[in-house]
């Protein structure tokens, strides 16, 4: 019987996510990245792209959290950004890194989609000591509690719940049991 409702929660939380996900139409001969500097200007993306770049680089937590912060991500205190984390670069706005989170090496957090007829925004949320592993890619609109662990190379299309740990392409709950159903 627990087969049978799995793809029900499954759907709705997809429908969730995406219920959380601005759509803009791009109508025209072209796919929806060809009229970018519509959704931002010109001069803004290449600014958040050098400090992207900077903060990709440096090995300083401190500045990285500054300058993220300065181009509108929303950094708790002691959050940690590994070597070549790379947040959105057209809508750092959209996330949110709670208190001593980590954004593990490589790891993207993207805050939009541009498709064929449209372009997508949704904030990222990564919750309270929650940790995104290496190489691992967030997508729009996507929430991860707190004390929620994805692992590396994970692609995390759905929420995470808090204290879940995550893995795989899509991502899914790893282990037995009710550990999506804690109260914690």
């Not at 790891?107 to 997508?120: G, I, K, M, S, W």
């Not at 890619?137 to 662990?149: F, Y």
Request: net charge negative.
């Amino acid at each position: 019987m627990s087969d049978a409702t799995e793809p029900d929660e499954t759907h709705t939380e997809t429908e969730r996510r995406h219920d959380r996900l601005t759509r803009v139409a791009t109508p025209g001969p072209r796919n929806s990245l060809f009229p970018w500097p519509e959704a931002k200007g010109r001069l803004r993306i290449v600014l958040n792209y050098v400090v992207i770049v900077v903060c990709r680089i440096s090995p300083s937590l401190r500045l990285k959290n500054w300058l993220l912060r300065r181009l509108g991500v929303t950094v708790g205190e002691g959050v940690a950004w590994g070597l070549e984390s790379t947040p959105d670069v057209f809508f750092p706005e959209l996330i949110t890194v709670e208190d001593d989170a980590i954004i593990g090496y490589d790891a993207t957090l993207l805050c939009h989609e541009f498709l064929q007829d449209e372009y997508r925004t949704g904030e990222v949320v990564v919750g309270e000591r929650a940790m995104v592993g290496a190489g691992a890619i967030v997508l729009p609109g996507v929430e991860i509690g707190a004390d929620a662990q994805v692992a590396a190379n994970s692609l995390v299309v759905e929420d995470v719940p808090a204290g879940e740990t995550v893995a795989g392409v899509p991502a899914a709950p790893l282990g037995g049991g009710d550990s999506g159903s804690r109260a914690d």
